[in-house]
């Protein structure tokens, strides 16, 4: 059976919602017969919105309001941590804002107790962007500062405009990694 045809019933029946709406859908959880309006695609498979919800139900009790604060205590420290020193390293923020974003949302998971909260993944990219503002900052002063004067002869590029945009492209690579990891699947 090929991953197209997981979820699919060779019979036709009709939606358990839409009963007038014809399908070959099927939810994988609870096997209901379900209309391309009512499914869901989750990272394991197709499933009706009624078990998605019980799934979300499940990630997010036990999660407090507090737990929003403990991932920013953690969160910011590191970010501003990650934020001074990756755009410093050049091209290897390409590779190194990825693993800083994912590692600054491990942390946040961490002293959460592993509990998930609908914003906790907001938190975390908001402490990437706010840890890396003070370079970003200084640099966007640089370049402003120096206006179009080079660090070097004909063909340099103004100065801080190469830190600016490493710092950008570690904003960029970290906070789309920190999302990833921390949102999950969405309520529909």
């Known amino acids: 059976m090929d991953s197209d045809s997981i979820g699919r019933s060779e019979e036709v029946l009709t939606c358990y919602k839409h009963p007038k709406t014809k399908t070959r859908l099927r939810c994988n959880k609870c096997a209901r017969p379900v209309c391309g309006k009512c499914i869901v695609r989750t990272p394991v498979g197709y499933r009706c919105r009624e078990c998605v919800n019980v799934q979300q139900r499940a990630f997010y009790a036990g999660f407090r309001p507090i737990y929003y604060l403990v991932a920013l205590v953690v969160a910011l420290p590191l970010a501003l941590v990650a934020g001074w020193l990756i755009p410093r390293l050049g091209w290897y923020a390409i590779f190194l804002g990825p693993l800083a974003g994912v590692?600054?949302?491990?942390?946040?998971?961490?002293?959460?107790?592993?509990?998930?909260?609908?914003?906790?993944?907001?938190?975390?990219?908001?402490?990437?962007?706010?840890?890396?503002?003070?370079?970003?900052?200084t640099w966007l002063l640089v370049l402003l500062a120096f206006g179009g004067r080079t660090s070097g002869g004909p063909g340099h590029l103004p100065l801080g405009s190469i830190r600016l945009l490493w710092g950008v492209v570690y904003v960029l690579m970290a906070t789309a990694a920190a999302y990833a990891r921390l949102r999950g699947v969405t309520r529909p």
Do not use: F, M, Y
């Open 103 to 137: 590692g600054i949302a491990e942390a946040a998971r961490w002293a959460t107790r592993r509990k998930r909260g609908r914003h906790t993944w907001l938190v975390v990219c908001g402490s990437i962007v706010v840890g890396a503002l003070p370079t970003l900052l």
